[in-house]
T-cell receptor, first 114, second 111 residues
Framework: EAQVTQNPRYLITVTGKKLTVTCSQN?????MSWYRQDPGLGLRQIYYSMNVEVTDKGDVPEGYKVSRKEKRNFPLILESPSPNQTSLYFCASRPGLAGSDTQYFGPGTRLTVL | SQQGEEDPQALSIQEGENATMNCSYK?????LQWYRQNSGRGLVHLILIRSNEREKHSGRLRVTLDTSKKSSSLLITASRAADTASYFCATIRGSNYKLTFGKGTLLTVNP
């Protein structure tokens, strides 16, 4: 089944404790991105990657890192989480620029930083 | 920055009625998409309309696009309780094909 998976689905952590949210897609998509969703603010893009080893900042990259060592994986790293990073996070993927513009979303990761 | 803005923010209707949601955006676009999100879950793509199209249908969904007014509408006909969800418009513009979302319309369909 074609899908985007994220782990963990729920995470409660404390300020300053490094964490990684994994994202994997099995559709051989070139483009992957991370969004955060907050009440009243909608979805905002954190980082995106056009292909392996190519990443770029989205609208709200501060406090986040990403890497794209393999085509299928795009982990989101919070080196020193803070309470304002409490949010619902979504990973998404799509084919490359020559393919469909439709994005496929993972099920979300609800992060709480105390 | 938000590109799309949905209107209304919330809509409550009875089963069987039609639901219309609107989206306005600020700059030129390559295409506009509508997504659906059930509470706390991932977004699901519904329909895409390109900038050179004016209307598109998919099942009970009808989307229109007016590039002169920079607006789009999503019509769901004969709504069902299972249509209860948040609906987002998203636009693509520029060479990196960045998808920018609006804040969404919460649709409640009462049985």
């Amino acid at each position: 089944e074609a899908q985007v998976t994220q782990n963990p689905r729920y995470l409660i952590t404390v300020t300053g404790k490094k964490l990684t949210v994994t994202c994997s897609q099995n559709m051989n998509h070139e483009y992957m991105s991370w969004y955060r969703q907050d009440p009243g603010l909608g979805l905002r893009q954190i980082y995106y990657s056009m292909n392996v080893e190519v990443t770029d900042k989205g609208d709200v990259p501060e406090g986040y890192k990403v890497s794209r060592k393999e085509k299928r994986n795009f982990p989101l790293i919070l080196e020193s989480p803070s309470p304002n990073q409490t949010s619902l996070y979504f990973c998404a993927s799509r084919p490359g620029l020559a393919g469909s513009d439709t994005q496929y979303f993972g099920p979300g990761t609800r992060l709480t930083v105390l | 920055s938000q590109q799309g803005e949905e209107d209304p923010q919330a809509l409550s209707i009875q089963e069987g009625e039609n639901a219309t949601m609107n989206c306005s955006y600020k700059t030129s676009i390559n295409n506009l998409q509508w997504y659906r999100q059930n509470s706390g879950r991932g977004l699901v793509h519904l329909i895409l309309i390109r900038s050179n199209e004016r209307e598109k249908h998919s099942g009970r969904l009808r989307v229109t696009l007016d590039t002169s007014k920079k607006s789009s509408s999503l019509l769901i006909t004969a709504s069902r309780a299972a249509d209860t969800a948040s609906y987002f418009c998203a636009t693509i513009r520029g060479s990196n094909y960045k998808l920018t979302f609006g804040k969404g319309t919460l649709l409640t369909v009462n049985p």
